[in-house]
């Protein structure tokens, strides 16, 4: 049913909306633009029954309210607007495929998928951590995982693109996308079911808390803390590090707590 929906949405753009991609357009669109014309109304409508909220803009995870850096993402895919905990994924976006800004975006989505896989493993739930970058028509999904041993390793999962021509949607391009987009609520909804399992197994076993049973020791993993790149004027820009070294001063950690105060936009 999903699919038709989107399906239709796609061939309506090029059918009753042709404008939106004319050439001279596309080349003038914003970011906004790409967001607000293709992107938002997909993903809103693919993730409408995960029991997740989609945040959009540029705002601050709760997770990162205590850091020095406090770094702002395009998009969260939480569970509650107002949650306290880390994010069940995070975006960027950005106008066009270009090189240092693919580069800045991955950067920053790196750390701080790190600095919420070191808080999961924290607290004791061994997952995969997703993230999603969007460069005008193409989509990229990637993973970050902590293996015992070998250290951070980051995966691209999937990659496809819009589907801007007649051609690319009679070769499967809007199936292609709806797939990708699948793809990534798996990765999401698998994250959302262990947090919850970590939550109900701290109302179990309570007999055995009870009558002084020990409890279960957590295997301690060798994680490494998060450095957010610092430019010489102070500022804590994860973009800084895509820079020449001249322009790059110290690096600064952050904490690696789940326990923040309230989300605020900004």
């Given at each position: 049913?999903?699919?038709?929906?989107?399906?239709?949405?796609?061939?309506?753009?090029?059918?009753?909306?042709s404008y939106y991609l004319n050439a001279s357009?596309?080349?003038?669109?914003?970011?906004?633009?790409?967001?607000?014309?293709?992107?938002?109304?997909?993903?809103?409508?693919?993730?409408?029954?995960?029991?997740?909220?989609?945040?959009?803009?540029?705002?601050?995870?709760?997770?990162?309210?205590?850091?020095?850096?406090?770094?702002?993402?395009?998009?969260?895919?939480?569970?509650?607007?107002?949650?306290?905990?880390?994010?069940?994924?995070?975006?960027?976006?950005?106008?066009?495929?270009?090189?240092?800004?693919?580069?800045?975006?991955?950067?920053?989505?790196?750390?701080?998928?790190?600095?919420?896989?070191?808080?999961?493993?924290?607290?004791?739930?061994?997952?995969?951590?997703?993230?999603?970058?969007?460069?005008?028509?193409?989509?990229?999904?990637?993973?970050?995982?902590?293996?015992?041993?070998?250290?951070?390793?980051?995966?691209?999962?999937?990659?496809?693109?819009?589907?801007?021509?007649?051609?690319?949607?009679?070769?499967?391009?809007?199936?292609?996308?709806?797939?990708?987009?699948?793809?990534?609520?798996?990765?999401?909804?698998?994250?959302?079911?262990?947090?919850?399992?970590?939550?109900?197994?701290?109302?179990?076993?309570?007999?055995?808390?009870?009558?002084?049973?020990?409890?279960?020791?957590?295997?301690?993993?060798?994680?490494?803390?998060?450095?957010?790149?610092?430019?010489?004027?102070?500022?804590?820009?994860?973009?800084?590090?895509?820079?020449?070294?001249?322009?790059?001063?110290?690096?600064?950690?952050?904490?690696?707590?789940?326990?923040?105060?309230?989300?605020?936009?900004?």
């Amino acid at each position: 049913m999903y699919g038709f929906h989107i399906t239709m949405s796609r061939l309506d753009i090029h059918v009753h909306k042709s404008y939106y991609l004319n050439a001279s357009n596309i080349s003038l669109y914003s970011e906004e633009d790409f967001k607000v014309k293709f992107w938002s109304h997909l993903l809103e409508e693919l993730f409408s029954l995960s029991n997740v909220c989609l945040h959009w803009g540029d705002t601050v995870p709760t997770i990162f309210k205590k850091t020095e850096a406090r770094p702002k993402v395009d998009l969260r895919i939480m569970s509650i607007l107002n949650s306290k905990e880390g994010d069940y994924s995070l975006g960027e976006f950005s106008k066009i495929a270009e090189s240092t800004k693919l580069y800045e975006d991955k950067l920053k989505l790196a750390l701080m998928a790190k600095f919420h896989l070191n808080s999961l493993i924290k607290n004791n739930t061994d997952c995969i951590y997703p993230f999603i970058m969007i460069m005008g028509f193409e989509f990229v999904f990637l993973t970050m995982e902590f293996i015992e041993g070998v250290g951070y390793i980051i995966n691209q999962i999937d990659q496809c693109c819009f589907p801007i021509t007649k051609k690319a949607i009679n070769c499967g391009g809007t199936q292609a996308l709806i797939n990708c987009i699948n793809t990534v609520k798996n990765f999401v909804s698998s994250m959302k079911d262990r947090k919850e399992d970590g939550k109900r197994e701290k109302t179990v076993n309570k007999i055995k808390q009870l009558v002084g049973e020990k409890k279960e020791e957590k295997t301690k993993q060798n994680t490494t803390a998060v450095f957010w790149p610092k430019t010489k004027d102070g500022l804590f820009l994860v973009e800084a590090a895509a820079k020449s070294e001249d322009d790059v001063g110290e690096c600064v950690s952050g904490g690696e707590t789940e326990d923040e105060e309230d989300d605020e936009d900004e």
